[in-house]
């Protein structure tokens, strides 16, 4: 079971940076992807930015210019360093990871979450 613990929330004035970084205990099989989602109060949860184990970025048209992912695979760890922080940016902010969990029954994919960092970015 991978667990992902993330850091690095908190409140921001408008303008702001913040970076957040999320850790997975284990990597089963192989990490394929992990990823930024976020919630805002009342909306549903939508994808950041996401980061596959090759370095491959798929990001969100708001975050884009203002925001980058990174990940360090040695460490197990992505990063989200978030630049020209807007008050549109207050959300729930989770880490995700889709991992592979291989054995003799087969190959399984498998999708974990954190419990999520608040971000509040003030006017």
């Known amino acids: 079971q991978v667990q992902l613990v993330e850091s690095g929330g908190g409140l921001v004035q408008a303008g702001g940076s913040l970076r957040l970084s999320c850790v997975a205990s284990?990597?089963?099989?192989?990490?394929?992807?992990m990823g930024w989602y976020r919630q805002a109060p009342g909306k549903r949860r939508d994808m950041v930015a996401t980061?596959?184990?090759?370095?491959?970025?798929d990001s969100s048209d708001s975050v884009k210019g203002r925001f980058n992912i990174s990940i360090n695979n040695a460490k197990n760890t992505v990063y989200l360093q978030m630049n020209s922080l807007e008050p549109e940016d207050t959300a729930v902010y989770y880490c995700?990871?889709?991992?592979?969990?291989?054995?003799?029954?087969?190959?399984?994919?498998?999708?974990?979450w954190g419990s999520g960092t608040q971000v509040t970015v003030s006017s």
């Open positions: 980061i596959s184990n090759e370095g491959s970025i």
């Open positions: 995700n990871a889709v991992v592979t969990h291989r054995d003799s029954q087969g190959t399984a994919i498998q999708y974990y």
């Open positions: 284990e990597t089963g099989s192989g990490i394929i992807t």
